[in-house]
């Protein structure tokens, strides 16, 4: 998106044209104020508050204006091409103060491939956002949003599939540039005595690896390496191809340094506001402070063997069943700290990362001999391909330094109990609504194995069902833009109506990953995302940020609050 000074454009008649006249001029007290209300702050004052942060205030001017002939009169055929051809990378959302990456989050409002005649709006997005460089600037924002009844959204890179990091009116505080990185070779605490690295709330995973592996060390992070570690990856719980050797990303964690709702800049640590660290650690993206940074361990880097296994489904008898059989070995395959990601399509199935810390290449053939054994036996033709690299960062970035990150996908995530792949009838029950989403090729299963209950960490509020879990599955969908947003609006509703409520039934006592679900979820959030440690999120929650001021979609109490008709954020 294009960044301008708040005083290059004449922002009431200019920005926010739309949004101004659909607005109801008097909002009721229990919401939000949004441009158009008698609330709303006046020019002056967004002048004001401007000088207070150096000037650092933004006016979002979304990137697709180019595409559109109105209202912002930059209409560029060339820009909007090349920006069509980037549409459906994360990075091309990821730079821009208030760019939303979820597509049904854009909403079509302003979008590359809407006819140009189409007014470019804002809908969705926030209509300034706070360029924040230092903990003053983060407390600004919030006093300000506070002040003026404004729904406050935080964004870093804006991997959000729920619409945390944008809202309809909001004021946004933009942690992008917060980049600084430390190694701390020998960080000691009552809980913890080694090598951790502090990271600003903008450092990347692809980032913060290669810090760490500059300095001889490994970063647990997300598969996608242009997601901010301390953001919601991490708050969020965090799973990655280490999950197995080290644990959750939540695990890592040493301490946070986070500014409150009430704008108290804070230390978290396991035995320093102890209640704020626990929540921060898995609880709930976004919920109870801005994060500012986050000291985490790092681990002493070596080898890493990789592979990856593939296999058609031309007799889907046989498929299927070999299907069942990996599913049922997965509580087997993660020994000696593997983590295998995979897929499952409707014409194919692919592990496409095997991820064996600190082990030889030989390794991965003796790992998967007795399922390649059962492929020979069925008669299924394989392919199987394995790698040897001398740090794990080579071996990120050889199997996941150039994924597409589409920011296209319609998902919900499936955190499956081990005692699933344990039992052949559940297994059996699983597989057959595997087969059922993906058998008409608008889904595919995108699968993690892994194993994080036995590694040490402090206590947080990662969901319990992690701990019993062998397989993590994400049902994916994929936006099409050039299709009506009806078409799109149906996969959704298939998504959560159809092949979801079949495979929660064959997973009892699983759970959702926070950071992969669907805004149209229909399950029991409180105890699909949070399990037993909803209450004590919800007291402590109440403690730090009793007004609720930073509220999320499917956040803790965030049932106190709705979007109204107009796209106000209230409390009910």
Same mark, same amino acid.
């Given at each position: ?155 870093? #890179? ?10 309809? +009116?909001? &004021? !946004?505080?933009?942690?992008? $540039?917060?980049? /600084? ?113 986050? #000291? ?10 990789? +592979?990856? &296994? !593939?296999?058609?489904?031309? $007799?889907?008898? /046989? ?254």
């Amino acid at each position: 998106m294009a960044r301008r000074s708040l005083f290059d454009i004449p922002l009431l008649s200019v920005i926010l044209p739309t949004i101004a006249i659909l607005a109801a001029v008097v909002t009721a007290t229990s919401c939000r104020n949004i441009p158009g209300d008698s609330g709303w702050p006046s020019p002056a004052t967004w002048a004001s508050f401007n000088e207070t942060i150096g000037g650092r205030l933004i006016a979002t001017i979304p990137q697709a204006s180019v595409c559109h002939t109105s209202p912002f009169s930059n209409y560029n055929a060339e820009a909007c091409q090349a920006l069509k051809a980037g549409w459906n990378l994360a990075g091309t959302f990821a730079t821009h103060p208030a760019e939303i990456v979820n597509a049904f989050y854009q909403n079509q409002s302003c979008d590359p491939f809407t006819p140009a005649v189409r007014p470019c709006e804002l809908g969705n997005y926030a209509v300034y956002s706070v360029n924040a460089t230092d903990v003053h600037d983060v407390k600004a924002g919030i006093e300000f949003a506070r002040k003026n009844n404004l729904r406050l959204v935080i964004k870093t #890179t804006g991997h959000d599939y729920t619409g945390k990091s944008s809202g309809h +009116g909001a &004021l !946004s505080i933009w942690m992008w $540039n917060l980049k /600084s990185s430390t190694v701390i070779h020998q960080y000691e605490s009552p809980s913890y005595s080694g090598p951790a690295i502090k990271l600003g709330a903008g450092v990347t995973g692809g980032d913060g690896v290669a810090a760490a592996r500059k300095a001889g060390y490994r970063l647990v992070t997300g598969e996608c390496p242009s997601i901010a570690v301390a953001g919601g990856y991490t708050q969020g719980g965090g799973h990655s191809m280490l999950n197995t050797a080290y644990g959750m990303a939540a695990d890592q964690v040493l301490e946070w340094e986070v500014v409150t709702a009430a704008g108290e800049h804070l230390i978290a640590t396991p035995e320093q506001n102890a209640d704020l660290y626990w929540a921060l650690s898995g609880g709930s993206p976004g919920s109870f402070g801005v994060v500012l940074s986050m #000291t985490a361990k790092i681990h002493p880097d070596g080898p890493v063997a990789g +592979g990856s &296994l !593939s296999f058609p489904n031309t $007799n889907p008898a /046989s498929f299927w069943e070999a299907v069942s059989l990996w599913i049922q070995q997965a509580h087997l395959l993660v020994g000696q700290n593997n983590t295998i990601i995979y897929l499952i399509l409707n014409d194919a199935f692919e592990a496409m990362a095997l991820t064996l810390p600190d082990q030889p290449e030989s390794a991965v053939q003796s790992l998967l001999s007795p399922f390649l054994t059962h492929l020979d036996r069925l008669g299924i033709p394989y392919s199987l391909q394995t790698t040897h690299f001398e740090t794990y960062h080579d071996h990120f970035h050889a199997y996941f330094g150039t994924l597409p990150e589409n920011p296209t996908t319609i998902l919900n995530n499936r955190i499956i109990p081990r005692s699933v792949s344990e039992s052949p009838n559940a297994t059996a029950q699983l597989v057959d609504a595997f087969r059922g989403t993906v058998a008409h090729g608008r889904f595919i299963l995108g699968c993690a194995i892994m194993d994080v209950s036995r590694t040490p960490h402090p206590p947080n509020a990662v969901l319990p069902a992690w701990r019993d879990t062998a397989t993590s599955c994400n049902v994916n969908g994929f936006w099409n833009y050039t299709a009506p947003i009806e078409i799109n609006h149906a996969l959704k509703k298939e998504l959560v109506e159809v092949h979801l409520p079949k495979i929660e039934a064959a997973t009892p006592g699983g759970g959702v990953y926070a950071n992969e679900m669907d805004p149209w979820y229909q399950g029991d959030w409180k105890h699909s995302l949070y399990g037993a440690n909803y209450e004590r999120l919800l007291r402590i929650k109440s403690q730090y940020d009793p007004d609720n001021l930073l509220w999320g979609n499917f956040s803790v109490n965030s049932d106190e609050s709705f979007i109204d008709g107009r796209g106000r954020l209230c409390h009910r």
